[in-house]
């Protein structure tokens, strides 16, 4: 279906762009850090995301999709209010990580890479956190949570709304 | 033993400038701007301060290369996205101390005429943006970055890029091609990037802890630093410790320490009581390793010489109850999912080994897997565009090297004979 959000950036975005587009050499380099402006106006790097970058940066359409699903932080789809990336690598695997996705599954009723209903959580897994002497652990929107337990998640679940 | 890059993390608001500038800070960037660019690359010359990355190649030779190009501008690049599983390192230095890896930024910049940086920062670390834009925008204030830094004729810019989420891009000709807003593919070298680079200049590729040893380099002496540690490697090292152990962390320690008082002394043992089985000596990349080489050093040579490598000295701890097959299994589905996709050996290759390694752990194994991995790995090895290919073989012929028996009886029990009673794949 084709979005009705205008394909354009607001104002306000716009201008962070700018000063973003003064750090680089070239408009190209600053193709990661609009990305990420993208997703956050956008919510996903959708077709209006697409035309928006495309646009501000003056590289085709084509190119920015090939960027955008190239780097496992930009998603094509939607999220939830909050996203939970659990890593399951090998220090996390290792200190039970693999139950705690069965866990997060069951008491999310959803999959990894779902949403859940009520658009509370989107549930991803993620390969290795760099928090690996902690383990296990899981990232929730730009906060770590580490020592994980099935208690310890319930009480961290509960901070988002 | 005394710290050098953890000396100041515990320290109440360790992150501000006034704190570093109480315990030493930026007094090694003072001393170098007295100094002519060549006296600064002889400095860390006698340090023999080798690359922190994993490559261990030495610092000064790099920034030499780089030096000696007339072509400018020239960019200095903070390797900072550290995704090697098992390797939490570079993350302590950010968030605890990090003016320390400005200042070796501003001093190595110097040292080979950059006027330019950028600290390539994972996705994972969100809030290490903050922490590093309030401490560039400190040092600025203080006019340790800028124009004219401390009245002298040097200028240097730091800014802070943040990755999107792929391992490759820690290799540093893809780190070079994220940057300029590419999907993360290495190049073809040579030309090498001290050369041909970032926007086709000269630019030098640096790990967080390599340049976070600059700063006490020049404080204290090149000298002084090649006193500790091993003498091929001196220095520390900061060794991510994960898995059973009972004190797991990040610890630094002096180059040449053993496995055996990393794993036993600092890290108080393996949990429950339990024997090892085996370690992962250096990120997921590294063969594993035996009880039977817990003693030896934690230096790149000596760590090669027993058939594994150092790389970015995350040791990871198994204990007797882990499944090989299984810990081979979750490594090799990193590398599938972290490989580019550039080149056919390590694309195909690695779904190859996967889909072996799944079914051998499902009891669906075949007596021919075991030489198809070897052969597979074979077919691998030499032929990828970059390291990542060759790096994703480790886990597996390390695991066959020591555990080929538990492979085989996978095959005769038609499943995991340790699944049951292991942490790893209940």
Request: aromatic content about 8%.
């Given at each position: 279906?084709?979005?009705?959000?205008?394909?354009?950036?607001?104002?306000?975005?716009?201008?962070?762009?700018?000063?973003?587009?003064?750090?680089?050499?070239?408009?190209?380099?600053?193709?990661?850090?609009?990305?990420?402006?993208?997703?956050?106006?956008?919510?996903?790097?959708?077709?209006?995301?697409?035309?928006?970058?495309?646009?501000?940066?003056?590289?085709?359409?084509?190119?920015?999709?090939?960027?955008?699903?190239?780097?496992?932080?930009?998603?094509?789809?939607?999220?939830?209010?909050?996203?939970?990336?659990?890593?399951?690598?090998?220090?996390?695997?290792?200190?039970?990580?693999?139950?705690?996705?069965?866990?997060?599954?069951?008491?999310?009723?959803?999959?990894?890479?779902?949403?859940?209903?009520?658009?509370?959580?989107?549930?991803?897994?993620?390969?290795?956190?760099?928090?690996?002497?902690?383990?296990?652990?899981?990232?929730?929107?730009?906060?770590?949570?580490?020592?994980?337990?099935?208690?310890?998640?319930?009480?961290?679940?509960?901070?988002?709304? | 033993?005394?710290?050098?890059?953890?000396?100041?993390?515990?320290?109440?608001?360790?992150?501000?400038?006034?704190?570093?500038?109480?315990?030493?800070?930026?007094?090694?960037?003072?001393?170098?701007?007295?100094?002519?660019?060549?006296?600064?690359?002889?400095?860390?010359?006698?340090?023999?301060l080798r690359g922190r990355g994993g490559a261990g190649f030495p610092a000064?030779?790099k920034?030499?290369?780089?030096?000696?190009?007339?072509?400018?501008?020239?960019?200095?690049?903070?390797?900072?996205?550290?995704?090697?599983?098992?390797?939490?390192?570079?993350?302590?230095?950010?968030?605890?101390?990090?003016?320390?890896?400005?200042?070796?930024?501003?001093?190595?910049?110097?040292?080979?005429?950059?006027?330019?940086?950028?600290?390539?920062?994972?996705?994972?670390?969100?809030?290490?943006?903050?922490?590093?834009?309030?401490?560039?925008?400190?040092?600025?204030?203080?006019?340790?970055?800028?124009?004219?830094?401390?009245?002298?004729?040097?200028?240097?810019?730091?800014?802070?890029?943040?990755?999107?989420?792929?391992?490759?891009?820690?290799?540093?000709?893809?780190?070079?091609?994220?940057?300029?807003?590419?999907?993360?593919?290495?190049?073809?070298?040579?030309?090498?990037?001290?050369?041909?680079?970032?926007?086709?200049?000269?630019?030098?590729?640096n790990n967080?802890?390599t340049?976070?040893?600059?700063?006490?380099?020049?404080?204290?002496?090149?000298?002084?630093?090649?006193?500790?540690?091993?003498?091929?490697?001196?220095?520390?090292?900061?060794?991510?410790?994960?898995?059973?152990?009972?004190?797991?962390?990040?610890?630094?320690?002096?180059?040449?320490?053993?496995?055996?008082?990393?794993?036993?002394?600092?890290?108080?043992?393996?949990?429950?009581?339990?024997?090892?089985?085996?370690?992962?000596?250096?990120?997921?990349?590294?063969?594993?390793?035996?009880?039977?080489?817990?003693?030896?050093?934690?230096?790149?040579?000596?760590?090669?010489?027993?058939?594994?490598?150092?790389?970015?000295?995350?040791?990871?701890?198994?204990?007797?109850?882990?499944?090989?097959?299984?810990?081979?299994?979750?490594?090799?589905?990193?590398?599938?999912?972290?490989?580019?996709?550039?080149?056919?050996?390590?694309?195909?290759?690695?779904?190859?080994?996967?889909?072996?390694?799944?079914?051998?752990?499902?009891?669906?194994?075949?007596?021919?897997?075991?030489?198809?991995?070897?052969?597979?790995?074979?077919?691998?090895?030499?032929?990828?565009?970059?390291?990542?290919?060759?790096?994703?073989?480790?886990?597996?012929?390390?695991?066959?090297?020591?555990?080929?028996?538990?492979?085989?009886?996978?095959?005769?029990?038609?499943?995991?004979?340790?699944?049951?009673?292991?942490?790893?794949?209940?």
């Amino acid at each position: 279906m084709q979005s009705t959000v205008p394909a354009k950036f607001s104002e306000e975005t716009l201008l962070r762009i700018n000063e973003i587009l003064a750090r680089y050499a070239t408009k190209r380099a600053a193709a990661l850090p609009v990305l990420y402006l993208a997703q956050k106006e956008f919510g996903c790097i959708n077709d209006a995301a697409l035309d928006a970058v495309s646009r501000v940066l003056e590289i085709s359409r084509a190119d920015i999709y090939s960027l955008a699903t190239f780097y496992s932080m930009f998603h094509q789809e939607p999220l939830g209010r909050n996203v939970i990336f659990l890593c399951d690598n090998l220090a996390c695997t290792l200190l039970g990580a693999e139950s705690l996705r069965d866990y997060l599954e069951r008491k999310l009723d959803v999959r990894m890479g779902e949403t859940t209903d009520d658009g509370r959580f989107t549930l991803k897994n993620a390969e290795c956190l760099g928090a690996c002497g902690q383990a296990p652990v899981m990232l929730v929107n730009d906060d770590f949570y580490e020592g994980l337990t099935e208690a310890r998640i319930d009480e961290v679940l509960e901070k988002y709304k | 033993m005394e710290k050098i890059l953890l000396n100041r993390v515990h320290l109440k608001n360790s992150r501000s400038i006034e704190v570093y500038l109480a315990h030493e800070g930026y007094e090694g960037l003072k001393k170098a701007l007295v100094m002519t660019p060549k006296e600064v690359i002889e400095e860390v010359k006698r340090a023999n301060l080798r690359g922190r990355g994993g490559a261990g190649f030495p610092a000064a030779m790099k920034w030499g290369f780089a030096a000696a190009d007339p072509n400018r501008p020239k960019y200095l690049l903070c390797n900072a996205d550290e995704g090697e599983p098992g390797t939490c390192k570079d993350r302590q230095i950010m968030e605890g101390d990090p003016h320390e890896l400005i200042e070796g930024m501003a001093i190595a910049g110097y040292a080979f005429g950059a006027e330019f940086g950028y600290i390539y920062l994972r996705a994972e670390y969100p809030r290490l943006v903050g922490v590093l834009e309030t401490a560039i925008a400190e040092a600025g204030a203080k006019g340790f970055l800028g124009s004219k830094i401390l009245g002298s004729d040097f200028n240097f810019t730091i800014r802070v890029h943040r990755g999107a989420g792929a391992y490759i891009c820690g290799e540093e000709t893809a780190l070079i091609e994220s940057i300029e807003g590419k999907r993360g593919q290495s190049r073809v070298k040579p030309p090498f990037p001290v050369n041909v680079g970032l926007f086709g200049k000269p630019t030098v590729v640096n790990n967080v802890e390599t340049l976070s040893n600059v700063s006490h380099i020049l404080r204290k002496g090149g000298k002084w630093f090649a006193s500790i540690g091993s003498e091929k490697c001196p220095g520390t090292r900061i060794v991510s410790l994960s898995g059973h152990v009972n004190r797991p962390g990040y610890y630094e320690l002096p180059m040449g320490v053993t496995f055996r008082e990393v794993i036993y002394e600092h890290g108080g043992g393996i949990r429950g009581g339990k024997e090892l089985k085996a370690f992962i000596p250096g990120g997921a990349s590294a063969s594993c390793l035996t009880p039977q080489h817990l003693d030896v050093k934690m230096d790149y040579d000596s760590v090669a010489a027993a058939g594994s490598m150092l790389g970015s000295s995350a040791l990871m701890v198994m204990d007797e109850t882990t499944c090989m097959v299984k810990v081979a299994e979750r490594l090799m589905r990193f590398f599938v999912h972290e490989s580019c996709g550039k080149c056919t050996p390590c694309r195909e290759g690695t779904d190859w080994l996967l889909k072996l390694l799944q079914r051998i752990e499902a009891g669906e194994g075949k007596e021919k897997d075991i030489d198809l991995l070897r052969e597979i790995c074979d077919n691998i090895s030499g032929k990828t565009f970059c390291p990542l290919g060759e790096g994703a073989l480790g886990p597996v012929r390390g695991t066959l090297k020591y555990f080929e028996e538990e492979y085989r009886e996978h095959l005769r029990l038609k499943g995991c004979p340790v699944k049951r009673k292991s942490r790893i794949g209940n």
